[in-house]
């Protein structure tokens, strides 16, 4: 019998074999199979990305069926046959699939690979000669959010070539021995370690006496914290320490920009999922458990959610020092905007609209933390700005920079997300109060709460253009969402800004952005950092522009573009601009037509050609005889 | 987490049945689990504790198939999978086929079953249209003091609202019941915001029979799902087509009549918009997959507005 | 007219175009990356940076750099990475500035190290140290009358007393923005993308389906063109998700998307092909010329769809992400003020 705090379960003999060993022993009933081939095991190849079978990274052989691991309590694999990501090599060879993928470069974080790669393995098992689009629906369990999946398909492809004898092993080396190695397409050197599973990400590290962290969030948008009583969870056996922001030895506050964000929450909570305390115990039960038994206090406050009521008078305040709630606002001012509009022949005036995004990298959060002999604290995380993370932990421990030690662990996808040090700061405390290794694994409803999102952007489009098209003046307003805390929002608000008019030469520039707090999910960094925000109502707007013109969108751009020699919008001079070049090659690779949107229908020319996909219709490789709801005809 | 005490895997339906009446209270039955883990997660129900959780699907009785004269009668532990790659179920009612295939993806399709989704009772089940329109059953068996008891109802019946069914403390959905339908050609319609691991935000079931010089309409089954609190059957469209012409003007009627049962809670004219065009469209799928030689058809009836 | 195509049909195709730039490095500020190298027994290498590779091939990107510098393989290089107490800085992954900051500096440190090398070999040569190759893992005079490999090459140098080591700083001088009218230098090295997306449109759900991206982009000189591909095909595809279905929502300041069922992502069904054209136009302001790709990659495809689809069946989309309700109800108004255009035309 296992017992935790009042839950107890029974364990059972559990018996299977997995990559080809035999496994008896006993097994707590609760665990899924993915937790007992991971933690107790340490099979740890087979990764958790969402725990409720939506990504698939878990995905194993269950006597040779495709499982999501996740999705099945360790009962039911009683007596099966497991293959993991681990048991797929051959005599200690790449499989050919493996092969295929290190050719393609079918791997990037390669969180996602493990399952991917048992999924690639099931299809051609199934059938072997599946074209490209069953593949896609084999596929179609495994998320993947790096590669785009296309090298994942050709790596496929490439494999069912091989195996069918359609190409020759040889296809699958590396091309080695060239002049120079600037130019070629050389092996990734992290790929065998992704495509077997051998590769640890910070979740499927252990340590010797590792503690088990927890977290408790707040409930609410917006509240005043009146009091944090930890004493029930801290008296627990198990538990080994309970941490709020009452333990920060130095100055508290991180961000990227500014650091308004403290590690725990202090006095205040400024958004649903912000950290207020933490428990480190024996094991995960307890932790959770524990997690019950704090009593917090809140007095809720009036929520913001909206950054246009944020900046009313009189709205409410979400941090102190920031009265009226604008976290940041970038101008640019070029030439004079108010007379080039009245002197174009046209002003064309819309709005745009972008939402939150989630960066959803596969890999959750996590961490591991500990002190090395000589009293230096480590902090091994998916951290993409060890540098910053290391001078800001510094700072709020009261350490000296070199007492801090920040190691990234492999990062199972970023994009931006894991820019923020939102748990590392939390793993410290824990580590310093009760001198045991520590390890924090986020579940994927944690990650989407606590972590930046994408900034929204409200964009209001003022463009001023002549009959022939040349742009006389832009007027762009955009409005944005920082949720509770700034992150990167100055920094996503500049590039924004610096941006946002698009690769044109325009004379007459009025650009504003302004970051705004409210009581929403903070948002911050990824990937192009408010400029694919803001670019995007520029290319929106001079397609409606075009239209309104009668022109060719193309034509638009054309005469508008940035050249050799001219000035930016902040007025810097560029010495190469390759704008219309690429311009004219992607124009050229998709043999486009030129003519005006909308109006030739499906008598222009350039459509259907190479480079498409064919259409989804699910179900095509069971029902290829039969009928099936969908066609294509342009 | 979803947390248990103990977990069984009965072999009998008799000891499933003993196990549920020593833990009364305090079990959960399980088939898949494909549903039940996601549950119990943060954001949804959180940590749930079961004293036992009973896991049915090793009980041989539950997983056979059979054919009963017209019906085809089907344990509660039949995957998805096999709705979609059996022979035998393909032949008798194919359009569970053609559901499965949008069921989630090829690895959950092998752990989820029919009976799971329908006692989910989710208002977009994809399980619940296609049966709805084969008129299925629902046989649920208890035992009390010793002795076994069964109830029998229409799945119309037993699916009361979303989350909620009939099934009660004890009891047990052992059989789904449904008309076998092999000569019948069938569409299911589905719409979402993706195309693999979708849920749907509108899905229709469409069963046609046609006369046999292929003019008229000889039976019409139409069930809608994800446009209100449960799935429902179509009678009034149904009604509207069977001994009728086929004739595009009678298919926008009978499409017309079934906008009225979108009842959901966000989306309407969304919704409205589609079930038109998915029961126009479905039994137009239907009536090609009905028959096939039949050109003349697909060429007279042209479907759906033009908005290009 | 063309008769086959003018047949009714419920899918409707379009094509959109849309054009981008980006700044290479961290904006409107100095940006700066350390590396240091050493040419090691057996004719490898060891690079140490405090580079932080999340999936990106950064790795890779350095050990081709270094191996090129060095005349070595990149798998003769060995990469000491992503830790503060044993690298030196190279900051953080993000801005796109990988390649080009800690791409430079590794190249950097590799000169200088294959300079102590190349000294010490002159001196035992007794010739001048610009007459001295290394390539493909061999030492030799330009006239090639004397030639080594490079493990006897590190040995030479060593039994002199020199360990072939070297240390490479590279700096971006970016100024930041006038606070009133934003004038500045916030990069030194620009990118150009541009990209253009072919959609199918289902008139009766309002389904988009993006079919093809033909993706063009200057990103300097490409180091892996592979690797280059890869990163636009995520891009892409990372935008397809936003510009169709993905959408982070909260409700009062409460998240109700929390998890991959509710928060969904493009799958393999969901993914158009992606065809790739690498422009290489490099940047004459840094020692190697390449720039950048990461980000830029996704900037052109959300509008590039919307424009896509526009040109598909008429209606503009202005908010993302483009859900099939949103285009339904687009089509519908559409459909509604042509009517009552019509009604009008009548009653004149």
């Known amino acids: ?634 | 987490m979803l947390y248990c005490d103990h977990y069984h895997v009965p072999q009998t339906l008799d000891e499933a049945f003993d196990l549920i009446q020593i833990n009364h209270d305090r079990h959960k039955v399980l088939a898949g689990a494909t549903d039940l883990l996601p549950w119990a997660r943060e954001g949804r129900a959180g940590d749930v504790n079961f004293e036992a959780v009973i896991d049915i699907t090793k009980i041989a009785d539950l997983s056979k198939w059979e054919l009963h004269g017209s019906r085809v009668s089907l344990g509660a532990n039949v995957t998805m999978s096999q709705l979609l790659n059996n022979p035998f179920l393909r032949k008798h009612i194919p359009i569970m086929a053609k559901s499965a295939i949008w069921f989630a993806d090829d690895q959950i399709r092998e752990q989820a079953t029919l009976a799971g989704n329908l006692i989910n009772a989710s208002p977009a089940a994809d399980s619940t249209p296609p049966m709805l329109a084969m008129n299925a059953e629902i046989i649920l068996d208890r035992k009390l003091n010793g002795k076994f008891m069964q109830r029998k109802m229409s799945l119309d019946e037993f699916v009361t609202g979303p989350g909620k069914t009939k099934l009660e403390e004890g009891e047990l959905l052992t059989r789904v019941i449904c008309d076998s339908m092999p000569e019948y050609g069938s569409a299911f319609e589905k719409v979402g915001h993706r195309r693999s691991l979708v849920i749907s935000t509108v899905c229709l079931a469409a069963l046609i029979r046609l006369t046999e010089d292929g003019t008229k309409f000889k039976d019409v089954r139409l069930a809608l799902g994800g446009t209100g609190p449960v799935p429902v059957r179509l009678h009034e469209s149904e009604a509207c087509l069977i001994n009728q012409t086929v004739e595009t003007e009678l298919i926008n009627k009978s499409a017309n009549l079934a906008i009225k049962h979108v009842n959901s809670r966000t989306r309407q004219d969304y919704r409205r918009e589609v079930v038109f065009n998915f029961v126009k469209r479905g039994i137009m799928e239907a009536i090609k997959d009905f028959n096939k030689a039949c050109t003349e058809i697909k060429n007279d009836i042209q479907p759906g507005i033009d908005h290009g | 007219m063309n008769a086959p195509l003018r047949k009714y049909s419920r899918h409707k195709r379009g094509r959109g175009v849309a054009a981008a730039w980006y700044g290479i490095a961290r904006t409107a500020t100095i940006d700066r990356a350390g590396a240091w190298a050493e040419l090691d027994d057996g004719g490898t290498a060891k690079i140490i940076t405090g580079v932080t590779e999340i999936g990106e091939g950064i790795l890779t990107v350095l050990a081709q750099i270094a191996a090129d510098e060095l005349g070595i393989r990149p798998q003769d290089v060995t990469i000491g990475d992503n830790d503060t107490a044993r690298s030196p800085e190279a900051a953080h992954a993000g801005a796109t500035r990988q390649t080009y900051m800690i791409g430079n500096a590794v190249a950097l440190a590799c000169r200088e190290a294959r300079k102590r090398l190349v000294k010490e070999l002159a001196h035992e040569w007794e010739i001048a140290e610009d007459d001295i190759n290394c390539s493909n893992r061999m030492v030799s005079t330009v006239d090639k009358s004397r030639c080594i490999t490079m493990s006897e090459a590190v040995d030479i140098c060593k039994n002199k007393g020199v360990v072939p080591v070297g240390s490479g700083s590279f700096t971006a001088n970016h100024t930041g923005l006038d606070p009133e009218d934003g004038s500045g230098s916030p990069w030194q090295a620009y990118v150009y993308g541009a990209q253009v997306a072919e959609v199918e449109v289902d008139t009766e759900t309002g389904e988009v389906q993006v079919l093809g991206v033909w993706a063009s982009h200057d990103v300097g000189r490409a180091v892996n063109p592979q690797g280059v591909e890869g990163q636009i095909e995520g891009g892409v595809v990372m935008a397809v998700g936003q510009t169709l279905m993905e959408d982070y929502k909260q409700a009062d300041g409460y998240p109700s998307t929390m998890n991959l069922a509710k928060y969904i992502l493009p799958t393999s069904l969901d993914v158009p092909q992606v065809t790739s054209a690498i422009v290489e136009d490099p940047d004459p302001l840094s020692p190697l010329g390449v720039k950048g790709i990461g980000e830029p990659s996704m900037i052109p495809t959300a509008p590039a769809i919307i424009n896509a689809i526009y040109d598909a069946v008429g209606v503009r989309i202005h908010s993302l992400p483009a859900t099939p309700e949103k285009v339904l109800a687009a089509l519908r108004d559409k459909q509604k003020s042509a009517d009552s255009e019509e009604m009008q035309a009548q009653s004149f």
């Open chain 1, 1 to 634: 019998m296992i017992s935790n705090q009042g839950l107890t379960m029974a364990s059972f003999e559990i018996q299977m074999t997995v990559n080809g060993r035999e496994v008896r022993q006993p097994v707590s009933p609760h665990l899924r199979l993915l937790d007992f081939l991971r933690e107790e095991l340490h099979w740890t190849g087979s990764k958790e990305g969402c725990g409720a079978g939506e990504c698939g990274s878990c995905s194993v052989f269950v006597d040779g069926v495709l499982m999501k691991s996740c999705l099945m309590p360790v009962a039911k694999a009683q007596h099966t046959e497991i293959e993991t990501i681990e048991g797929l090599e051959e005599q200690g060879k790449l499989s050919v699939l493996q092969q295929a993928f290190q050719k393609m470069g079918a791997s990037q974080c390669g969180y996602c690979i493990p399952g991917m790669m048992m999924a690639a393995t099931a299809a051609l098992k199934t059938n072997p000669h599946a074209d490209r689009e069953e593949i896609k629906e084999r596929l179609g369990g495994n998320i993947c959010r790096c590669t785009g999946y296309q090298k994942i398909f050709d790596a496929t492809e490439l494999a069912r070539d091989v195996m069918n004898d359609k190409l020759p092993t040889k296809t699958l080396e590396e091309e080695t021995e060239q002049e120079s190695y600037i130019g070629s397409s050389s092996f990734r050197l992290d790929t065998s370690g992704k495509v077997t599973g051998a590769l640890k990400y910070a979740g499927d590290m252990v340590m010797p006496q590792m503690l088990h962290m927890q977290v408790l969030r707040s409930p609410f948008p917006h509240a005043e914290i009146l009091e944090i009583d930890t004493s029930d969870a801290e008296a627990m056996s198990g538990v080994e320490a309970v941490v709020t922001c009452i333990d920060v030895p130095g100055i508290d506050g991180f961000g990227v920009f500014k650091d308004d964000q403290p590690v725990l929450a202090r006095d205040k909570v400024r958004y649903v999922g912000e950290a207020v305390a933490a428990v480190a115990a024996e094991d995960l039960i307890t932790a959770k458990d524990a997690l019950k038994r704090i009593k917090v206090q809140y007095k809720q406050l009036p929520v913001l959610t909206k950054p246009e009521e944020a900046i009313k008078t009189g709205a409410a305040i979400v941090h102190d020092d920031v009265p009226d709630n604008i976290v940041m606002h970038i101008p640019i001012r070029k030439g004079n905007v108010e007379k080039a509009m009245i002197e174009s022949d046209y002003v064309i005036e819309e709005s745009y609209y972008t939402q939150p995004v989630e960066h959803a990298y596969l890999e959750p959060e996590a961490g591991l933390a500990y002190l090395d002999s000589d009293g230096t604290l480590v902090i091994q995380s998916p951290s993409q700005n060890i540098t910053h993370h290391r001078h800001k932990l510094a700072k709020i421990l009261d350490m000296p920079v070199n007492k801090v030690r920040m190691i990234m662990s492999a990062v199972g996808g970023g994009f931006g997300g894991k820019e923020d040090m939102h748990y590392q700061g939390i793993l410290a405390l824990a580590v310093l109060k009760c001198r045991r290794p520590v390890r924090y694994v986020f579940t994927r409803e944690e990650s989407i709460i606590a972590s930046a999102k994408r900034h929204p952007f409200s964009i209001n489009y003022q463009l001023g253009l002549n009959r022939d098209g040349l742009i006389q003046a832009s007027r762009i307003h955009m409005l944005s969402d920082a949720g509770a805390y700034n992150c990167s929002t100055e920094g996503v608000m500049r590039k924004a800004a610096i941006l946002g008019a698009g690769p044109y030469a325009i004379e007459n520039l009025m650009v504003d952005a302004i970051g705004v707090y409210t009581n929403n999910t903070p948002n911050g960094a990824m990937r192009t950092f408010g400029a694919m925000q803001s670019q995007f109502a520029t290319e929106c707007h001079l397609d409606l522009c075009a239209e309104t013109l009668k022109m060719d969108p193309v034509e638009l751009r054309r005469i508008n573009f940035l050249r050799q020699g001219d000035e930016t919008h902040t007025r810097q001079k560029l010495e190469s601009v390759s704008m219309l070049e690429v311009f004219d090659s992607a124009l050229d690779i998709s043999q486009w037509e030129s003519g005006i949107s909308n109006s030739r229908g499906a008598t222009r020319s350039d459509l259907g050609l190479s480079g498409n996909r064919p259409p989804c219709t699910l179900g095509a490789r069971q029902f290829q005889h039969e009928t099936v709801s969908a066609g294509q005809s342009a």
